[in-house]
């Protein structure tokens, strides 16, 4: 089976307020990006990785991909100015022979490979599949600061990466999104509007996204936990 990896990664992560884009933070010995790459060339099926990137952080983030030897499994490409868009360019990269595509947020680098093995077996028999947690908080809909309902947390989940998908039913829905300019804030919705079944995965606490500066402090201590049972970040 052919697989293949899209990391998106090419926010300027404003929330962070950070010098800097939030995945080229420094975290144990390399940058986010960098760790949660890692996690996918560990992955003995993932044959190769589509890294959404700016093109200004290219330079810098394909020496650090020179030196952990993963220039051959990660190639860069142009990102948009929507998610969206850098998913869209990266799959326009993937070879049309791959049979599953699994996308994946540049800033959770604490992704476990059976993670990642998992999504990519339930895609391989039902056409695609999701992580997600369990939602533990009252869930209430709002508008204009009212609340409207109240919504049984039983059916709601907080969704995570990596989400993989049938080559065919991601790039049916990837070009229908652009052609309708239609957003959405992840992969699966696109292929839901299609009416095609999801299938939902446990995810992992751990497997968190950083995206704001309280983030940061667990994030490291992850990272010392990882590094005290000798597994990478």
Do not use: W
Not at 77 to 93: K, L, P, W
Not at 107 to 120: D, G, K, L
């Amino acid at each position: 089976m052919n697989v293949a990896a899209i990391i998106a990664a090419a926010g300027v992560g404003t929330r962070m307020k950070s010098p800097g884009p939030k995945q080229f933070i420094p975290l144990g010995d390399g940058s986010v990006l960098i760790h949660t790459l890692a996690k996918f060339a560990d992955c003995r099926r993932v044959l190769s990785a589509r890294v959404s990137l700016r093109v200004a952080d290219m330079p810098v983030f394909r020496q650090e991909l020179e030196q952990r030897g993963l220039s051959n499994f990660a190639h860069l490409v142009a990102g948009g100015a929507h998610r969206q868009e850098s998913v869209y360019n990266a799959f326009r990269a993937i070879d049309p022979g791959t049979d599953i595509v699994v996308v994946h947020d540049g800033v959770r680098p604490f992704v476990e490979v059976a993670m990642i093995e998992s999504v990519i077996d339930a895609a391989a028999e039902k056409g695609s599949a999701i992580l997600a947690l369990p939602c533990i908080d009252t869930v209430k809909q709002v508008e204009r600061q009212r609340v409207v309902a109240t919504l049984p947390r039983e059916k709601i989940v907080m969704v995570q990466t990596p989400q993989a998908f049938r080559y065919e039913i991601l790039r049916e829905a990837l070009e229908k999104a652009r052609g309708d300019n239609y957003y959405a804030s992840d992969e699966s919705c696109l292929v839901e509007r299609l009416g095609y079944p999801v299938t939902v995965l446990l995810g992992s606490e751990r497997n968190i996204k950083i995206t704001k500066p309280s983030d940061l402090p667990l994030a490291q201590f992850f990272v010392r936990q990882s590094s005290r049972h000798g597994v990478g970040g």
